[in-house]
């Protein structure tokens, strides 16, 4: 399996999980709750509610842009923003452990940031050399 194979595989995973952390709350309320009970609570009031709809319509965004390979890198950015803002938020108190050795940790958070990073940049953080 080539890279490009292998980057494929990444992408599409990276999608699906997208697609199923924001889709299942737009259809049964879940992310209404998200804003109103969570968002507005924790100092974002009167906004809630559009910021956590802006939060999962970015996820799928986000998935169709690794599906197609266009904008990965800004809707990218934007992710790990999120990602960055629910360790912070929520993960960070809870500890390393997703499951096993505690709940709701952020390990599943540094998991997807390292896998973004890696779909973004996939020659590395150092610059091309112009040859």
Do not use: C
């Amino acid at each position: 399996m080539n890279w490009q194979d292998r980057a494929f595989l990444l992408k599409l995973t990276l999608a699906v999980t997208m697609l199923a952390h924001s889709v299942p709350g737009m259809v049964d309320g879940g992310v209404n709750a998200f804003g109103r009970l969570y968002l507005d609570p924790a100092g974002f009031a009167p906004f809630g509610l559009p910021l956590a709809w802006a939060i999962k319509l970015s996820h799928v965004a986000m998935a169709a842009a690794l599906l197609s390979g266009r904008f990965i890198k800004p809707l990218g950015w934007i992710t790990i923003s999120v990602l960055v803002m629910g360790i912070i938020m929520v993960h960070g108190r809870e500890g390393w452990f997703v499951v096993g050795g505690g709940r709701n940790g952020v390990e599943f958070n540094v998991l997807l940031i390292a896998a973004f990073l890696t779909v973004m940049y996939p020659d590395g953080l150092r610059r091309r050399q112009i040859q």
